[in-house]
């Protein structure tokens, strides 16, 4: 079954053609003008200016295939930025409409816990549901736990009170001033100094027994912590390394509780932050402390935000008949949260 | 006359150029946080002659100038503990502060009774300019005694001569500047400070607080929006200013729970997110203006609604925009220390 996937939730521009699981194409704006190298032909336009790039992203998406081919559309509903979120919706129902195909909704959130189990077009990895995961959402807009029960069937058990933890990262970068986003440069400076830590950041809420997390502490402690510091702001690397390792130990030692709270000892991990290789390799060693195991997304398109997710999710949703029954009532919804999962 | 465009990247060497021209006595039309000003060395007596005969200026009445900071402040004029806890608060701000003056400036731009006007705008530019000077300029606006303050360099030149055209040696042009005020000018050298022409912000409708814990913060925010809301039938605006961590998300989550909304999260990576008809924005990530375009934030500015804007800074492309459909608050928020935040509030 083949599904026509729009993701059009914050910055990026995303369309994806899925069969089953398997992802046949997957167009993201700003991916498609690097690997093309434009030249300028194509004007560098605004972040957020989805309107003005969804039929080109869609034309290259689509091109290897007719619309014929094409079972059903998938577009995601939230959460996201309102204004995109709708660009993404309208374009979904328009085609809906003009080719007669039925509509599914997905929430972006479901798109980055399926994330682990996507396969390219050959069908690889070939990994097998073992419900129920753990799952944990880690993104630059997200931080959540969810029990990923069965297919479609999550119950929310955490998540951040303030800012997200690729959020807390970037924002720590942009005050070394390293730019936004930042998360992989201080990963990279970190591996200079072997991710030690040198500063000791507080770790915010580990002492409270709830799933949740709150990074903006951590956030205000390192900004006076370097304007009161001035002679330390050289050791860049050195920061950067601590900084991270503050964020990603709070997240670990939360994963753990979750572990002991839950008993469940599978995780899935899925998000922009998975791309971060000390996260990977910390989540390694706490599923093997548990003798459980863990899953990220297998490609490195997969860990950022992108449609072939949302298609995967689609097919779930369409295997289940769980289509949208009146194309004219689907809206956008900007706070969605896993567990408010309506049709 | 050189006349020099202002654009993003260039402000470097326009500072560069126009430090030059002050330096030797020039006199430079430059865009500031209010209209163009007029600007030349305030301690170089030739300097000032050639800008009071350009101004048409009758002989004793006043000119401001800009300073650098607090300190060149207390270097000019005669400051008391008391003031400078006031002026502290309100600076950089769109404010003429009127002081008894140590004379260390022209005296043709004293009034009468030896008082000195002094700016401190929040104006990057003006600032690193006038830090590297060291020196006041004077800050009068670029426009003919007694005719109207200029908002864009081609206005201005309109309703000069030939000859007075002539005599400014620089122009620094930043296209049309937005349309505020000219300061609102305090006197700080009555027994009771007195406002002798109101600008775009109220003095006397500024409050501060003192908040010592997050929960003091959202209760302080609680009691501004009540006291705020129900008096005007026109949107409610937020906007608020101050560093990384100082707790402007703490702040409107207290709005938020004000009107029954407990789920707020920061926006940063999505830029707003809206709950009802509450709205949320961190501008944070906003690079560049094009990026308005596409918020749409027009359609929201609508009776009944709130918005509150993180990185208020940032508004500066939309302000125009929401000051004509909106009632806005400002709120500066200051770290003091580690358990103590200053809000000030701007309405």
Redesign the interface.
Known sequence: MKILAIDT??DETSVAVVDGRRVLSNAIYSQILIHKNWGGIYPSL??????EKIDYVIEEAVKKFSIDEIDAIAVTKG??????LEVGIKKAKELAKKFNKKLISVNHLEGHIYSPFVQNSQGNPDRQFTFPYLALVI???HTEFAIFKNHLQYEVIG??????A??ALD?AAK?LGLG?PGGPVLERLAEQVDNGDFYHFPRPMLKSNDLNFSF?GL??????FLKNHPEVTGNIAKLASSFQEAVLETVMRKTEKAINQTGINRLVIGGGVTANRRLRLLSRRLAKKYHGSVLFPPYKYLTGDNAAMIGVVGYYKAVKNLYIKEIYDLDRA??L?LSSLDF | MIKLKLVENNSKEILKETLKVLRRGGMVVFPTDTVYGLLVDATDKKAVDKLIGFKNRPAGKPVSVFVSGLDMMKKLALLSKNQEKILEEILPGPYTVILKSKHLVDPAIESEKGTLGLRLPKNKNVETLIKSFAKPVTATSANLSSQAPHYSVETMLSTLSGKKQQSVDLIVDAGVLPRNKPSTVIDFTQPEVKVLRQGDVNFFNSKAYLSTSPKKTKDIAKKIFEEQSGYSDKPLVFIIEGELGVGKTVFIKGIGERLGINNIISPTFVIYYEYGNFYHFDLYQIEEKEEFKHLGIGKFLKPGNTLCFEWGEKTGDIYDLIKSKAKIIYVKMKYINEGKREIVINF
């Open positions: 939730s914050a605004a972040k957020r200016a989805h309107e959460p996201g930025l309102a204004v995109a993104s630059g807009g998540s951040t009170l303030d800012d997200a690729g959020e924002k005050l936004y903006s956030k205000t402690s390192f900004f006076y900007p706070r949260d």
